[in-house]
């Protein structure tokens, strides 16, 4: 835990590699990336192939879902239990997904049920 006892929550799309997560402390939470015919988390589709998803843009453009609020949540009150008092949550752009809204709900819900917390 760092000194100032505040943890980061970040989706995958905001392109934190998994070496600087892990020397930072900073939590990802991994998106899925949707095809027709199957899903891929694409932190694993990253590590397979970084550039798959672009390759395949003549086949098919996936979409991501979005992260649910009880993910958000959980892993929040898995990082205050760590001893973590303050949060701070980093997602990619409103305009290209709903995890940002699904993130600040989450966080909105840990505030009113955390007092102290920020």
Do not use: W
């Amino acid at each position: 835990m760092n000194a100032s006892k505040t943890a980061v929550i970040c989706d995958s799309g905001c392109d934190v590699g998994r070496k600087a997560a892990e020397h930072f402390g900073i939590t990802i939470l991994q998106l899925m990336v949707n095809y027709k015919s199957r899903s891929i988390g694409d932190l694993d589709l990253l590590d397979e192939d970084p550039v798959y998803v672009y390759r395949h843009f003549d086949e098919e453009i996936p979409k991501t879902s979005a992260l649910n609020i009880a993910e958000v949540k959980d892993t929040a009150e898995k990082l205050l239990s760590e001893g973590y008092e303050n949060i701070i949550t980093v997602s990619i752009s409103s305009a290209m997904s709903s995890t940002f809204n699904t993130m600040s709900i989450a966080m909105r819900d840990i505030e009113e049920e955390h007092p102290g917390v920020k």
